[in-house]
C-alpha cells in the first residue's frame, strides 16, 4: 500500500528556501515516478517537477529550473523538494504524487491525471 506523507512547508522571505519531504512507504520495494506539484485556489494543479527512482531521471517545469532541485532518499524512502530563491508567486499547496508508471510512463510530460497516489498537501507561503 502506497502512502504519501508530506512535511516542511511553511512562511518564508522572497529569496529564502524551503525543503519539502514526502514519504514513500512503497519507496524501498519499487521504483516509483514521483512529482511535486503545486496549486492556488482558482487554479489548476500544475506540476513543479518529477523523478523515476530506478534511474533518478529528472524532469522540471521552466518556472524553477535552477531554484529547485527534486532528490530521492531510498534509504529513508522520502523524496525532497529544495526550494531556493523562492518567489510571492511560488506560494501554494504543494502536493507529493507516485505512481508506477514505469520509465517510458515517467517521461518528459507528465499530467495530474497520471498519478493514482497524492499527499495530503503543504502550504508554501512567500512574502515580498
Known amino acids: 500500500q502506497v502512502q504519501l506523507v508530506e512535511s516542511g512547508g511553511g512562511s518564508v522571505q522572497a529569496g529564502g528556501s524551503l525543503r519539502l519531504s514526502c514519504t514513500n512507504s512503497?519507496?524501498?520495494?519499487?521504483?516509483?515516478?514521483m512529482g511535486w506539484f503545486r496549486q492556488v485556489p482558482g487554479k489548476e494543479r500544475e506540476e513543479v517537477a518529477h523523478?523515476?527512482?530506478?534511474?533518478?531521471?529528472?524532469v522540471y517545469a521552466d518556472s524553477v529550473k535552477g531554484r529547485f532541485t527534486i532528490s530521492q532518499d531510498n534509504a529513508k524512502s522520502t523524496l525532497y523538494l529544495q526550494m531556493n530563491t523562492l518567489k510571492p508567486e511560488d506560494s501554494a499547496m504543494y502536493y507529493c504524487a507516485a505512481d508506477l508508471l514505469g520509465s517510458s510512463g515517467c517521461k518528459a510530460v507528465v499530467t495530474e491525471g497520471d498519478f493514482g497516489y497524492w499527499g495530503q498537501g503543504t502550504q508554501v507561503t512567500v512574502s515580498s
Open positions: 523523478i523515476y527512482t530506478g534511474d533518478s531521471t529528472i
Open positions: 512503497a519507496l524501498k520495494y519499487s521504483f516509483f515516478c
